[in-house]
């Protein structure tokens, strides 16, 4: 079920949030877990036992490495991590695997449980932290469970460390300010996707590369959808969050401001840049290490990262390709002060460019973008120039919000007059919400990019 979707945002939304605010107190986490179940049952139940059976298993044993010492602590830990490992590897990487292996072989495709990339990294994070002794095993099957599935973080995250969500399971009360602006957020991320994200995809998917200019065009309009895509559904998942009484960890931070491509992704998908510091890097010894082991370690990174959002070779070499980016930032441009009205573009450059290889498995598509990328003999095309000035407003609006103008305007029309910014601020979600059920019913490109991972 998608948060973007007709059945959610009319039908289950409503009701979850309706009865949740009757249930006595001690029940809460017990129907938001219920309420999760349900949620998740709808993309199949096989996919929704194997996600039980996920939880079960690591819940019983974890209790059980955490009451160990030693070496046959460590050993319950190797087991736990082997065999979660192998879960997301046997339905991420095995039929793509074996196809790409056995080309004249048709073996039956596995469909990825939706969200398993996301849900086991936060199992991982979990028995690693608790063999650590950063924090102890949950002995409440239902807080444990909740931790796992809550609904807003279960399929594309946030991924929340239990630490933070653990202080948060037995005290979620109502909160009125929490709770509006929780709806209000949900609005926003809602008209990102909707709005924003699907017309982008669109056009993207009706054009066929052709020019310099459509290959610029398209490379931005890229950087834009995946942008609105991913942010539009953590500021849902955040507001949602906000509306059950939970504060989950930021995702996003204006990352197309970024003066470099590290800081760019320590700006971009946060919780899952911090996942890979804090259980990969820093464990392979981090930057306190000789310059070769530097490189290697980044290498390392960026290479699981690609993995992480797929097994074909696109997804490899654009984490290779960001990687020695970072590599080079870490080496050679560390101490140069590069002022940022060159940097900011030219980080925005690089990770457009990056792009191409995310959104292309065909290294034909990708070939023909960057090939009329410098193909000065050819600047434009008939109908790049159509699709401009046709959604035109789309592409300024676009550009425009992923900056923080909007926001920096309401805060000053807010701090000359509370009560105007009260008033134009509801009148602007109002009508979002009507533009974004408009676009909800009549768009065909419902699916979120990151369902994929």
Known sequence: MSFSSIIFCFIFLPIVVSLYFIIPKKLKNVYLLLASILFYSYSGISYTIILLLIVLYNYISVRIMDKLEGKRRTGKLIEILIINIFTLCYFKYYYMILNNIFTDIAFKEIILPLGMSFYLFTVLSYIIDVYRKNVKSEHNFISFSLYILFFPKLVMGPIVR???????IDNHDFDNSLFNYGFKRFIIGLSMKVILADTFARIISAYQVSSMLGSIVII?????QIYYDFAGYTNMALGLSNVFGFKLPENFDYPYLSKSVGEFFRRWHITLGKWFRDYVYIPLGGSRV??????????????????WHGASLNFI?????????????????????IPKIISIPFTFIIISISWIFFFNSNASDITLILKNLININNFMDDKIIFIIKNNFVYLIIGLICITPLIKILGERLQNKNNFIYNICNNIYLIILLIISTAYLISNSYQTF?????
Do not use: A, H, P
């Not at 239990?162 to 948060?168: I, L």
């Open 317 to 337: 070499i654009w984490g290779l390709f960001l990687g020695i980016i970072i590599v080079m930032e870490k080496l050679l441009l560390s101490k140069i002060k």
């Open 162 to 168: 239990y630490s933070d969500f653990n202080k948060q």
């Open 220 to 224: 931005i309009l890229y950087s834009l």
């Open 449 to 453: 990019l990151y369902f994929n991972f």
């Open 290 to 307: 000789s310059k070769l082991r530097l490189v290697i370690n980044l290498l390392i990174v960026w290479l699981l990262t690609g993995m």
